[in-house]
């Protein structure tokens, strides 16, 4: 009797001790969940949940030159900001903005990634080429873009280009009509994050099984676009509709290459610029400027959900 | 409004000394924090200093920031830490004027939004002894309601430089009308060269003057909006028969403040500043010939931009009397500095009379010829034209210059904003 008695005794103590050492590990990684994340939750507090909740509340003040206003005008400062031109073809920007950017940088993007993807030999250094722009800050590019490649002088670069085949000198940055400002502010962009998709696809690439792939070949497939449209296309779905709702909330985002390559002008002014403008430039107009940016906060939440709607993103199975 | 833009250009060179200079500041305020602490052992209550912050924008002129070290140091009273701010001035300024840890002493320009909303104090003691010295415009474009709230440090006529030898060479005189400078500018395009710069916005830095050169103005006196009418919108439209004449320069590196353009030959007149006359005098020598913005017709009159900086004190600084003394002390005490400032990095004229009538190297060649422009036709701000209204005008000026967009249809929008503004302002 001992004996059995001695062995449940046995595991009943492992059983205690291992229990006791989960409870522990449990403490355990309830503090080490807090070390590592607590700085980023405290940071995202203050840095962001703070000025959101300051600016929701100065948008129901008037306020100029101050932020901690006193004269409370309701909601004057949203049907001021929601009947101001400007700012509405401020949204109007955006729009041809993304219209060009969003189905370009898509299409160019997933064309990299299979290329890449397909290539055999020094993978590596062609994913990184692509890739490497992106670590680039988007107000480095811009001064490249507007001082060498495209200013308007004989000695720029596209200028000097045009000038072989006899083309005269253009003003990019300063025509209006045709608004030929358009193309160095979507080629920055381009080429700024490409490769940030690209790499966004290539991973989606990856986890597409060849079991698919060697399926449709038994079945007669084609190589080329009808393995592309039957089978690559529908499996990388999850990545498109991601790529999609990044870049077009990055196009809504736009300030660093407007700001810098055209300025705050109202032809090509998206809402943020508008909004620095107002807000934190010389106007110095916190009230009107929260407003708008909460109304843009808003556009930007509704436009996701509907996406969210019309390609499911996030469904189980995704 | 233009005002003094700086060079917002950072070569590699320039970071490397800023942040040499960063360095210096930093060990020059340390060596200070040890000079200035607690009085000795049972010393009495004095030789406390207080410290102060000075804000400059980057002037583009080399030495300048140098001589702003200089002057701070000098000033024994207080500790004054001179910040020089590379960049977007106004925006930095806007915020720092926020709370009390922005500047003690700040350069700007003045609006009436700084008073509303309690930014500067008036500092009528300190310039009431000297006041007759000032020109009336520079005093009037710092005063609200009969007080006077800043200092003018410098004043910067922005007129029309042209090459002399171009110009002969064309068979072409200055420009008298507007319509003399649009068919100028055309005549003297050719391949290499265009006919003018006048920034790389298409013009809008001539908005102010076109419309003084009509006989209008941005605000009447009885603070209504001045821009309205058929002669304003004829000047607005000749700016835009000007950005159309495919004569001037457009999207170059550098911009209208910036005399690049003229002194590399790619233009043959420019719009510009008179702080601009020792960097093209370097390049160009005697080949420089100014002109006012010209009238717009026989009815009108030449006008000329009387812009510049001023110096103010913040209303949130910890130490307004200080402060107060420090400005007294610099722009109106110490005559020598003013005359430095003024006129060894980039030619100003010194807002006080009794020096600029001192002031030998404006006395000659193209610098005394702008000088006079200013005294004939110059405009200085209005106080109560804010940063809001002056958004809406340049919008109108886009529209008319370079869409080509109806002025009267232009200007009816910007009214609209005008008028907001000023039932908010005056009621």
């Keep these: ?318 | 409004m233009p005002a003094h833009v700086p060079n917002a250009g950072l070569t590699r060179r320039d970071l490397l000394k800023r942040t040499g200079g960063l360095a210096a500041l930093a060990a020059f305020t340390a060596a200070c924090g040890g000079n200035t602490g607690r009085p000795s052992s049972g010393g009495g209550g004095g030789g406390t200093k207080v410290n102060l912050s000075q804000w400059y924008h980057q002037y583009g002129e080399t030495g300048t920031q140098q001589a702003a070290l200089k002057y701070a140091k000098a000033y024994t009273d207080a500790n004054v830490a001179v910040q020089w701010t590379p960049g977007d001035y106004g925006a930095k300024l806007s915020s720092g004027l926020l709370s009390s840890k922005g500047p003690d002493v700040f350069e700007s320009q003045f609006n009436i939004g700084m008073v509303k909303s309690n930014q500067v104090v008036a500092l009528d003691d300190i310039i009431a002894d000297v006041k007759d010295d000032f020109l009336p415009g520079d005093l009037a474009t710092n005063t609200i309601d009969g007080k006077i709230y800043g200092i003018r440090m410098i004043i910067d006529p922005q007129v029309i430089y042209y090459r002399k030898s171009m110009l002969d060479k064309a068979g072409i005189k200055p420009p008298e009308t507007v319509d003399d400078l649009i068919a100028a500018s055309k005549e003297l395009t050719t391949n290499k060269v265009k006919g003018m710069f006048v920034g790389n916005d298409g013009g809008n830095g001539m908005g102010g003057p076109a419309l003084w050169s009509s006989g209008g103005s941005y605000l009447t006196e009885d603070n209504k909006p001045g821009f309205t009418g058929d002669r304003a919108a004829k000047a607005f439209g000749k700016l835009h028969e000007l950005y159309a004449s495919k004569s001037i320069l457009l999207g170059a590196p550098t911009d209208w403040w910036d005399p690049t353009a003229i002194n590399q030959g790619l233009v043959a007149m420019q719009w510009i500043g008179m702080w601009a006359v020792p960097g093209m005098q370097k390049v160009l020598g005697d080949d420089i010939g100014v002109i006012p913005f010209p009238k717009l017709d026989a009815e009108g009159k030449p006008a000329v931009y009387s812009g510049g900086w001023t110096q103010f004190v913040s209303a949130k600084s910890a130490n307004v009397d200080a402060a107060k003394k420090f400005v007294k002390w610099l722009w109106i005490d110490k005559s020598e500095y003013q005359e430095d400032w003024s006129l060894n990095y980039g030619f100003h004229i010194p807002p006080r009379k009794s020096l600029a009538a001192k002031a030998s190297k404006l006395q000659s060649g193209v610098a005394a010829d702008t000088v006079k422009l200013n005294e004939d036709y110059g405009h200085t701000d209005n106080p109560a034209w804010t940063p809001k209204m002056g958004t809406a005008f340049t919008d109108l000026l886009t529209n008319c210059i370079k869409k080509g967009a109806d002025p009267a249809a232009e200007i009816a929008k910007a009214e609209k904003t005008v008028n907001a503004e000023l039932s908010r302002l005056f009621g």
């Design chain 1, 1 to 318: 009797m001992s004996a059995p008695a001695k062995t449940s005794a046995v595991p009943a103590t492992a059983g205690e001790r291992r229990g006791s050492r989960r409870r522990k590990g449990i403490a355990g990684n309830a503090l080490w969940f807090w070390i590592f994340v607590g700085p980023f939750v405290i940071g995202l507090l203050i840095f962001s949940y703070l000025p959101i909740i300051w600016s929701l509340v100065l948008s129901f003040f008037e306020a100029y030159n101050t932020a901690t206003p006193s004269k409370f005008v309701g909601l004057h400062n949203y049907v001021d900001m929601l009947t101001d031109h400007n700012f509405l073809s401020s949204l109007g920007t955006f729009t041809i903005f993304a219209v060009f950017i969003v189905p370009l940088t898509f299409v160019l993007a997933l064309a990299l990634a299979l290329l890449v993807n397909q290539v055999k030999i020094a993978r590596a250094f062609f994913r990184s080429v692509f890739f490497l722009p992106t670590a680039c800050s988007y107000v480095v590019a811009s001064l490249i873009w507007k001082l060498s490649i495209f200013n308007g002088v004989r000695f720029g670069l596209a200028n000097t280009v045009l000038g072989w085949f006899g083309i005269e000198n253009i003003a990019w940055l300063s025509t209006v009509d045709p608004p030929w400002y358009w193309i160095p502010l979507v080629t920055v962009r381009l080429w700024l994050q490409l490769g940030f998709y690209m790499i966004l696809f290539i991973a989606g690439l990856q986890r597409i099984s060849p079991t698919l792939y060697e399926a449709a070949y038994v079945d007669g497939a084609k190589p080329g676009w009808q393995v592309f449209r039957y089978i690559t296309l529908p499996q990388l779905r999850a990545t498109s509709v991601a790529v999609l709702i990044l870049n077009l909330i990055a196009a809504y985002q736009a300030f660093d290459e407007f700001y810098n390559l055209v300025g705050n002008v109202n032809y090509a002014r998206p809402p943020l610029v508008y909004l620095y403008g107002i807000s934190l430039g010389s106007i110095q107009d916190l009230g009107h400027g929260s407003a708008g940016a909460l109304i843009l906060a808003v556009i930007i939440m509704l436009v996701t959900l509907l996406q969210n709607r019309i390609f499911g993103f996030g469904k189980a199975g995704d």
